[in-house]
Nanobody
């Protein structure tokens, strides 16, 4: 499985960005696709995931500001990020997990300036 993320960039505080991640290869179900992030000097943390059945899971720091969605027909997961804060600055990683494997994409940088 390969994961290709896009949509990172730089934005001012209060702005919005949308990340996309397309999965290719053999994708077994059930699975969860979503996003994690890692800021400099910090551990990787959950941002948001969504199962192929529609169940979502959000990190506490993004609840209410970020929305995860997916298009199963396109094997794509999205992350709509609103009301961005400087503390959201990190490398964002796409993830696909099922019973047999846990795959990561190359990260995409999100930088929020104050």
């Amino acid at each position: 499985v390969q994961l290709q993320a896009s949509g990172g960039g730089s934005v001012q505080a209060g702005g919005s960005l949308r990340l996309s991640c397309v999965a290719s290869g053999s994708i077994a179900s059930p699975n969860e696709m979503g996003w994690y992030r890692q800021a400099p000097g910090k551990q990787r943390e959950l941002v948001a995931t969504m199962s192929n059945g529609g169940r979502t899971n959000y990190g506490a720091s993004v609840q209410g500001r970020f929305t995860v969605s997916r298009d199963n027909s396109k094997d794509t997961v999205y992350l709509q990020m609103n009301s961005l804060k400087p503390e959201d600055t990190a490398v964002y990683y796409c993830n696909l997990m099922n019973r047999w494997r846990n795959d990561w994409g190359k990260g995409t940088q999100v930088t929020v300036s104050s």
